[in-house]
C-alpha cells in the first residue's frame, strides 16, 4: 500500500492535466497519477452514450471485482469500503452514500488482496458522467478518502474547462466557416476604431485586404468624397442612440469601381469591452439595383405607351386652340385681342404642362422637390390615366379646400400614382370604382417603409389610393417590393418598385391595409415653402437696374425675353448669334454686362463653350441659364455661379430668377 501521508500536490495536478488536449488523455493521466502515489491500483469510466452504463476508459491495475463496483455507481455521492480482517465486512458513508451490499464482491476483492477503496463520481454538477475508482491493501483512512474527493473534484473541473474549451473550439470553427461561406461582409469595429472582424466577403466587395482597412481606415478607403464620407461617419456615429440602422450608401472599390451596398449596423456589448462595439453587414445590391432600374424603365415605357393616345389627343386640342386663336386674333378688331391673347397664352401654358409630364417620364432619376398642390398634382394625373382605363371603372378624386403644400418632385409623384392607379386598374378589372384622396394625416405605427429620415414630429400630408378589387392576399404582402411579382395572369408585376423609391427620396411613409378592396397610403412631409410668393414679394424681386446680356438664337424668345426685363427696369442688350456677341464684348469703352441670359443649346455652339470663351475675353458676370432641357440633361460644367429657367417660363419666373442670381452675386 501507499504511504497513508501521501498526498499530491493539487497546483501542480492541475498543471500536469492543462496540458491534456481531450477528454481520454485527461482520465489516463489522471489514473497513472493516483496509481503511482495515493493508491495501488485505480481506472476511469465514462458514461455511454445510452446513458445506462459506464465503459472503461483508462485503468492501472484496478482488479475486476472493484472494477465491477464502481460500474455500479448511480448516484451523485459515491461511497467508499473496507474489508475487515474477519472477512466481513463494512461499507462507509464517509462520502454520504448507502451503505454498500454486496458480500460476495467485498469477499472477491479480499481475494484479490485488495483492503479499501472507493469509487468517485465525476459530474458536471447536475449528473454523472463518469467514475474514478481507486483501491490499495491497507485500512480505510478516512483522510485519504477527503484527499482523493478533492483531487477527483479538480479532474472534474478540468473536464469541465476542456468541454467549454473544446465547445469554443468548434463555435470558432463553426462561425469561421459560416463567414468563410457567406456572400455577405460581416464587419466588427469598435469604437475606437479596431477591427474585431473583417470577412472574406469584405474583401471580395471592397477589394481591400484587412491590413489596408486597419492602416488607412474603412470609411477613408470606400467613402473616398469628404462631404459623403462625413454623412456617413454621422450615420455610424448614430448607432448606438438609435439601436442600429439600416441603410444603402454607395461604396467605392479599390479599382475604383463603385457598387451600391445595404448596410445593416448595431451595437453589440462584448465582454472586456467598456462600450458597444458596431457590427455590420454588408450586402451587395449593385445587380439588384441595376434590375429594378431596367424593371423602372420598362414599366415607364409601359406608361408611356398607355399615355401617348391621351397626351397627343389632348395636346392636339391644345395646339387646336393656339392656332385657332392666333388666325383669329389676326382678323379680329383690336376689341378682342386682349381675349384672344388670354386664350392663346392659357392654351400654351396647358400644353407645357403636358411637355413638362412627358420630360418628368423621361428623366425619372433626379429628384427635385418643390411645394406641390397635391389636389392639383392629382386631378392632373387622374385626368391622364382615365382614358386609359375600362369605361365600366370609375375614377373619383376628392381633397379638402386650402390644404397645404407638400414637399416633392413632381415627376416622380407622378410615376408612383400612375404605378399605383394602373395596380388599381387592373385589380377593379372592367368594371369597379377607384378612389384617390388626399388630407393632413399623422404618421400610423402601421407602416411598412419608411425613409431613413423620415421625421414623425413633422406634419404630413396622405395621398390615399383606395379600390373595390379583391385586396391584398398573404403571397402578395410578402413579396409586396419584387419586381417581377404579379398575382394576376396577365399582369407585369405590382410596379412598387418606383413607389418604393419614391417614398425612400422624399422623407416618407408608405401604409398597406385591406379594406373592403386594396388601399395604399403615401406619406408626405407638409412643405414650409409656400405655392405662390405674394404679390409684394414678386414685386421687390422683380425689378432692378444692371446690365443683362441675352443670347438666344430664337428671334421670338428673344423679342420675348428682352421685353420683360426691360419693362421691369434692367439695361438689355440682345444678341441673336454668338458672333453678334463676341463682337460686342470687343468693342471699345463697352461696358461689361452684369448678368448674362444665355440659352444653352444653339444652332452652332454648346453654351458652356460660349461661356468659356466669354470668361477668357474677361466677362466674368454670372449666368441664367435658359433650355427646355433639363438641366441635368444640358452638358454644363459645374463650379459656375448660374442660375437655371426651363421653357417655357413666365415673365415672373424670369423677372425672379434674375433678381435672384444677381442679389446672390452681390451678397
Known sequence: MKSESSRLDLPGVMRALQSCRSSEALLTRAVELVAGTLADCASAFRLTPDGRSFTRVATAGLPPAIEAISRTLTSTEGYAFEVLRTRRHRATDLLASPYLDGSATLQDAAAAGIGSGASYPLTDGERAWGVFGVAWSGGLDPALVEHLAE??????????????????????????????AVDQGVMCVTQAGDYLLYNPAMKTLSGWELEDVERRGWPNLVYPDPVYRAHVMATIRSTVERNGYTTEWTLTRRDGDTRQVQVSSRPVSLPGEEQPVLLGTFTDLTAQRAAQRSVVQEQNLRTLGRLVGSVAHDFNNTLAAICGHAELLVSDDADEERHRAGVILEAARRGAALTDRMLALANPGQVRPVALDLDEELRAVCELVSTTMPEGVRLRVGAPQHLPPADADPGQLQQALLNLLANASEAVG????????????????????????LDPTERHLRITVRDDGPGFSDRAREHLFEDFFTEKPAGHGMGLTIVRGFVTTHRGGLAIRNDRGAVVELYLPMSQRSLVPDAEERGQQSRGSERL??????????????????????AVRAFNTVGELVEAVGAPDVDLPQLLVLNIVLPTHHGGEVLRDLRRRGVTAPVLWMSGYTLETAGLEEGEPAGFLHKPFTGDELARSVRELLDRRVG
Open 549 to 570: 446680356w441675352i443670347l438666344d438664337d430664337e428671334v421670338a424668345l428673344l423679342e420675348y425675353v428682352s421685353i420683360v426685363l426691360s419693362r421691369r427696369g434692367y
Open 151 to 180: 483531487l477527483v473534484a479538480l479532474i472534474s473541473l478540468m473536464e469541465d474547462r476542456l468541454r467549454a474549451h473544446e465547445a469554443a473550439a468548434r463555435s470558432q470553427a463553426l462561425m469561421e466557416a459560416t463567414l468563410d
Open 430 to 453: 372592367a368594371d369597379g370604382e377607384i378612389r384617390v384622396t388626399v388630407d393632413e394625416a399623422p404618421l400610423p405605427d402601421t407602416l411598412i417603409l419608411r425613409a431613413l429620415d
